[in-house]
Nanobody
Framework: QVQLVESGGGLVQPGGSLRLSCAAS????????MAWFRQAPGKERELVAG???????TYADSVMGRFTISRDNPKNTIYLQMDSLEPGDTAIYYC??????????????WGQGTLVTVSS
């Protein structure tokens, strides 16, 4: 099955840290430009951070200096290190990106999402 699978969400206190992972399924040969989005209750989905195949990164102003996106190309996995978390970071976090499959197709995929709750 062609899919991206997120993990690492959970409940954390303000000021704490979490590390999200997004792993591609075995039917995916390679991942290319990738990103993390989030959607808070009652709000639209927004871009959190993006990373190109060669590692260039971009961040939303709201997370600059607190979040770090990275990737491990041999493992077809991207990460989001989230530090100094704030209650406003509470959302479902989604992995998104362009992938090449073992069927030699190129697709844009979304993960199923992982919930991050920042609360004391």
């Amino acid at each position: 099955q062609v899919q991206l699978v997120e993990s690492g969400g959970g409940l954390v206190q303000p000021g704490g840290s979490l590390r999200l992972s997004c792993a591609a399924s075995k039917s995916i040969l390679s991942i290319h430009n990738m990103a993390w989005f989030r959607q808070a209750p009652g709000k639209e989905r927004e871009l959190v951070a993006g990373i190109t195949f060669d590692g260039s990164t971009t961040y939303a102003d709201s997370v600059m200096g607190r979040f770090t996106i990275s990737r491990d190309n041999p493992k077809n996995t991207i990460y989001l290190q989230m530090d100094s978390l704030e209650p406003g970071d509470t959302a479902i976090y989604y992995c998104n990106g362009m992938v090449h499959t073992t069927s030699f197709t190129t697709l844009e995929l979304w993960g199923q999402g992982t919930l991050v709750t920042v609360s004391s």
